[in-house]
């Protein structure tokens, strides 16, 4: 079940790093966010997880694609609000 306050939550804390992820020069403090946002992901609500990642196993977990995925995240989650 996904409740109101898992959507707030993961909203709130993915935005927040996704401001700072596209603004950052840093290499060092853009791999942190990652880490923590893969972290994050590895426990947030699976039911909530597959709602955002649409089936996609390495969603939020891929440096490759991350800022496209952190953007889609935050997209999806805003609708869910």
């Known amino acids: ?5 898992s959507i707030e939550t993961a909203y709130s804390f993915l935005h927040q790093k996704q401001r700072i992820y596209v603004h950052s020069t840093l290499d060092w403090q853009r791999d942190n966010i ?7 992901a590895d426990d947030m609500n699976q039911e909530l997880y597959d709602a955002i990642s649409g089936g996609k196993v ?3 977990r891929d440096h490759k694609c991350f800022q496209e ?3 889609r995240a935050v997209e999806i989650l805003e609708k869910m609000l």
Do not use: G, N, P, Q
């Not at 079940?1 to 306050?5: E, L, N, Q």
């Not at 990652?34 to 994050?40: F, P, R």
């Open 69 to 71: 995925d952190i953007t």
């Open 58 to 60: 390495c969603f939020l």
């Open 34 to 40: 990652e880490m923590a946002i893969a972290s994050y």
């Open 1 to 5: 079940m996904i409740t109101k306050d």
